[in-house]
């Protein structure tokens, strides 16, 4: 299996995964890059899985439905373009092979899903997150709460360290900088901040992370940790249990 990240827009990805044959993409906000890649891989598009309904990750779903035929997976509660197999936690999908399992995690929409992946190799296991996690980050809570966002969050994090985390957005080194606000004196930030910022000097993504780094590193993660607790209730002294310094954060964030 071979995992790619397709630049789109100004800093989307749309991530596709592929056998050397077969191929899955992952919230594909334009076609061209996909198209692109699959004529340049020389590879069939089996399915097309989308985590919510957010124009920059579907916006390529009809065109490549139209060009290749393949299936198309989406949220169960959500606005998406018709015909797909609507999902919500627990569900599955098989493809390439591999079984993705469904994980709801509402917060920055209010049915956005995520997709993770074991590999039978010995490749690491794969999360197709959408906007809930980014590295050093999550999404803003446009339609759902802190506290659907903090169980969500807490759903990922129980996965397994290897975890690769293949988040839709190169936010990296914003995030850093805000979770380097809350969090100075982390050590690990520190390091991962620095190695980050090289990757980005020499244009190379910083994608994908991985679940274990992002306990160490996230703040959002990290909501009942006593240095991010002290940092939320900083911003705001009412911030009260770990949704409440979720909320804290994110707002801060928002205006960071």
Sequence with gaps: MKLLALPAFSDNYIWLLHDKGRAVVVDPGQAQPVLDALAREQLQLEAILVTHHHDDHVG????LREHTGASVYGPARERMPEPLTRLQGGDRVQALGLDFEVIDVPGHTAGHIAYFCRVANDMAPMLFCGDTLFSGGCGRLFEGTPAQMLASLDALAALPGATQV???HEYTLANLRFALAVEPDNGDLIRYAA??????????????SNMALELKINPFLRTRCADVIAAAERFDPSARGPSGHLAALRQWKNQF
């Design 60 to 63: 390529g779903v009809q065109a």
């Design 166 to 168: 293949c988040c839709a």
């Design 195 to 208: 190695l980050c910022g090289d990757k980005r000097s020499k244009n190379l993504s910083t994608l994908p």
